[in-house]
Structures are given as structure tokens and as C-alpha cells.
């Protein structure tokens, strides 16, 4: 059954009280009437004043009937003229698309006081869309453009090696470039699954993780130990207590850190990475000894994307990617990020996490 719209319950409401309040007095007057008929010992006048008392119902009800007619349609009026805002409103939602989202649809609508809520909350929920539309789409593009990089870097390889024959060196060395490519497109898929998979908002499985033996366990760590021991310091402030934590997520956020400061910081320099506890959190640091990012910068670099100096780290490789996944997998473990950087003492990330409460 389709339900009754405003006007038609307002004017059955106002129509309904009006016919109890009009009940109510034909009742009382025709009491008072029929106590004064009572004490009319005349016939005459008795039948006179029964005359007089039939016409004055009559037009009691006369008036009353034109009384409820008349409500109904004031107040089917008066309903109209209230949601007229509210059809305007709608009208102007009625020409919004994807293409042209945002607030200002609503600016300079005149509503009433109780409705500046609904229209301010609506204008607010078409900006954050508007905000979100904006995002993707700068996402897409964005992925769309790092995407054909490698993808033109084999293409220019493979063309530049089928010009004509080569030796059994030059092949190796052209499918040695087309790895590279290979690779950095593997990873950078890998990392827009992460970022899709992040932001579908689901929360991971958590259970209690012990971060020392997740950093000394990190396949980056372990790696870069075994061909440059002397580049990477990890000092792990024992013991550390534990945190509720996604294990897989946790080893993505430190190894995305590691990766950053090894190729974004000075080639011979050294990579530190500190973890020691603090009053109901655990704070582990990545240390480069860069140091060169501007400060107007540092803010910007937790952006998708986002590359100070984009024909660095497209040589190493790079595509803006990192930090921010870190960033999302923090927040999403109650956790945040800062990032200090100075000539003086290198380039600093720290992640700060919520330890495990011991009762």
C-alpha cells in the first residue's frame, strides 16, 4: 500500500480535530436548547423555538461543513507553499550528474528555518561526493600515466632490439631492461591492489604482533643485509610489547618505508630503523641520511602520486606510491606518521602504534 503523502495527512489531521471541535459544540448547544425547551410551557412557543432549533442546527452545520472544506483547503495550501523549498531543492538535484557535482547546486536557495539543516547537510554530502569524484579521477589518470610508462620503456626496448640483429650480449642485456620494466609494473600493481583494497574500508584480522621479529623477518631487511650489511642498522629498544595488528599490512608499511629511504636516500648513505616503546605505543623511525625535502613539501609526499622531483624516481623506479600506502595502513591500525627532514639530520619517518594494554 502506498503511503499517504504529507499534505493528505495534514489535511486529515486538520480536518479531523475540526470535526471533533464542531461535534463538541452542536452537542452543548443542543443541550442548552433542549434545557431551555424544557421549561416552554406554551405550545405556541414550544413549537416556534423547535423551529428556531432546527434552523440554527442547520446552519450549524452549514457553517461547519464550509468551516472543514475551508481548512482543507488552507491547509493543503499552506503544506504546499511549506515543501515548495523542498521541491526546488530536488528539482535542482534532478540536474546534477557526475560531471558537475558540488554544493554551489543549492547556494541562494531560499528555505525556511527548519529546513536550513536538510539543505546544509545535502550541500554538505554533495561536496564530500564532489571531493571523492575529484580523487578517483586524479587516481585513475594518475595510475593510467605510471601504467604506460614501463609499458612504452618495453615497447621502446623491444623496437630499438628488433632494428636489427644483435648479439647473444646485447639480448641479454635488453631482456635484463625488460625485467626492470616488468618489474616495476608488477609493483606497481601490487600496489594499487593494496590501495583498492584499503579503501573498500574493510577492516583486517587483527591478533597480537611482536615487532621485532616482524622487522627482523622483513624480506627487504633480510635481503639488503646479505649484500650491503653495512648500509642498514636496525637497534630494536627490548622488550617491545605488542600490538593488534595485521601482520601482512605491517610488513608492507615497514618494507614501503625501507624501500623509500634506501632509493631516495644518498646512495652510500645508511638506512636506521629504530623501534623502541612508549607509553601505550610502540615508535619505530626510518632514518635516511637525505635530509634535502622541503619542508612545504613533507605533507604533500603522504599523497597518492605525488613525486617532489618525478625524473628521480622514475630512475629509481619510483611512483609515489609508498607513503601513502603506509600512511593508509597506520591509520587504519589506530596509528599516525610523521616525517622530519633536514641537511643536519637526515629524513626521519616515524610511525607511532597503540600497544597492547597488559592487564
Not at 227 to 255: C, N, T, W
Not at 261 to 283: D, M, N, W
Not at 321 to 349: C, F, W, Y
Request: glycine residues 6%; charged residues 25%; proline residues 6%.
Amino acid at each position: 500500500m502506498k503511503p499517504l503523502s504529507l499534505r493528505t495527512r495534514l489535511t486529515l489531521l486538520t480536518i479531523s480535530i475540526l470535526i471533533i471541535v464542531i461535534a463538541v459544540l452542536s452537542i452543548v448547544a443542543y443541550r442548552e436548547l433542549r434545557e431551555s425547551l424544557i421549561r416552554i410551557s406554551s405550545p405556541l412557543l414550544l413549537k416556534h423555538a423547535l423551529h428556531e432549533m432546527d434552523e440554527f442546527l442547520r446552519l450549524l452545520w452549514i457553517l461547519g461543513s464550509s468551516l472543514l472544506l475551508a481548512a482543507a483547503v488552507l491547509t493543503a495550501a499552506s503544506v504546499w507553499w511549506t515543501m515548495r523549498p523542498i521541491r526546488m531543492t530536488a528539482d535542482r538535484l534532478h540536474g546534477v550528474t557526475h560531471r558537475n557535482l558540488g554544493g554551489e547546486h543549492l547556494d541562494h536557495l531560499a528555505v525556511p528555518a527548519e529546513l536550513v539543516p536538510f539543505v546544509s547537510a545535502v550541500q554538505g554530502m554533495l561536496a564530500r561526493i564532489n571531493d571523492g569524484v575529484k580523487a578517483q579521477k586524479r587516481f585513475i589518470a594518475d595510475a593510467s600515466h605510471e601504467l604506460r610508462t614501463p609499458l612504452a620503456l618495453a615497447k621502446s626496448t623491444i623496437q630499438t632490439v628488433r632494428m636489427k640483429r644483435r648479439t647473444a650480449e646485447e639480448y641479454d642485456a635488453a631482456l635484463d631492461e625488460l625485467l626492470t620494466d616488468v618489474d616495476r609494473l608488477n609493483r606497481l600493481v601490487g600496489q594499487l591492489l593494496d590501495l583498492a583494497r584499503m579503501d573498500e574500508n574493510t577492516p583486517p584480522p587483527l591478533q597480537d604482533v611482536e615487532i621485532e621479529p616482524l622487522l627482523q623477518g622483513l624480506p627487504q631487511i633480510r635481503a639488503r643485509q646479505d649484500q650491503a650489511a653495512d648500509r642498514i642498522v636496525l637497534h630494536i629498544q627490548s622488550p617491545l610489547p605488542p600490538i593488534k595488528a595485521h601482520a601482512a599490512e605491517l610488513e608492507s608499511l615497514f618494507g614501503n618505508l625501507i624501500d623509500n629511504a634506501l632509493k631516495h636516500g644518498p646512495r652510500s648513505g645508511r638506512v636506521t630503523i629504530t623501534a623502541g616503546a612508549e607509553p601505550g605505543a610502540i615508535l619505530v623511525a626510518v632514518k635516511d641520511e637525505g635530509g634535502q625535502i622541503p619542508a612545504d613539501q613533507i605533507g604533500k609526499l603522504f599523497d597518492r602520486f605525488y613525486r617532489p622531483d618525478a625524473s628521480r624516481s622514475s630512475a629509481t623506479g619510483g611512483c609515489g606510491l609508498g607513503l601513502s600506502i603506509a600512511n593508509e595502513i597506520a591509520k587504519r591500525h589506530g596509528g599516525d606518521i610523521q616525517m622530519t627532514s633536514s641537511p643536519s639530520e637526515g629524513t626521519v619517518v616515524s610511525v607511532r602504534l597503540p600497544a597492547v594494554r597488559r592487564s
